[in-house]
């Protein structure tokens, strides 16, 4: 079983930075391959970025490469999602899922999700 908590989300002007962060409650958390996805208003849940077990392997989507940063600390349990240059385009709902099959862009892979953060960015 894993539990998942994001936090750090908020309302930003357009340009500023934000950080998440995702405390997972899991055995052997390196083995489960992470993910940050995100829903905004009216849109289906995309895939952000992703980071892959064991060797932590990042993957983006191109909408975000050069700006976001997905990291993890394995020793902490915790997955964090460095943000910056935000954009009004980037406004939605951000979550953390995990899977110890792997990662994937897929959103229907992830066997475990956290409720969710908000994220505004203001023009």
């Known amino acids: 079983q894993v539990q998942l908590v994001e936090t750090g989300g908020g309302l930003v002007q357009a340009g500023g930075s934000l950080r998440l962060s995702c405390a997972a409650a899991a055995r052997a958390f390196s083995y489960l391959g992470v993910a940050w996805f995100r829903q905004g208003p009216g849109k289906e849940r995309e895939f952000v970025a992703g980071?892959?077990?064991?060797?932590?392997?990042?993957d983006y989507t191109d909408s975000v490469k050069g700006r976001f940063t997905i990291s993890r600390d394995n020793a902490k349990n915790m997955v964090y999602l460095q943000m910056n240059s935000l954009e009004v385009e980037d406004t939605a709902v951000y979550y953390c899922?995990?899977?110890?099959?792997?990662?994937?862009?897929?959103?229907?892979?992830?066997?475990?999700w956290g409720q969710g953060t908000q994220v505004t960015v203001s023009s």
């Open positions: 980071s892959r077990r064991i060797d932590g392997t990042s």
């Open positions: 899922a995990a899977d110890p099959r792997g990662s994937s862009r897929s959103s229907s892979w992830y066997g475990y």
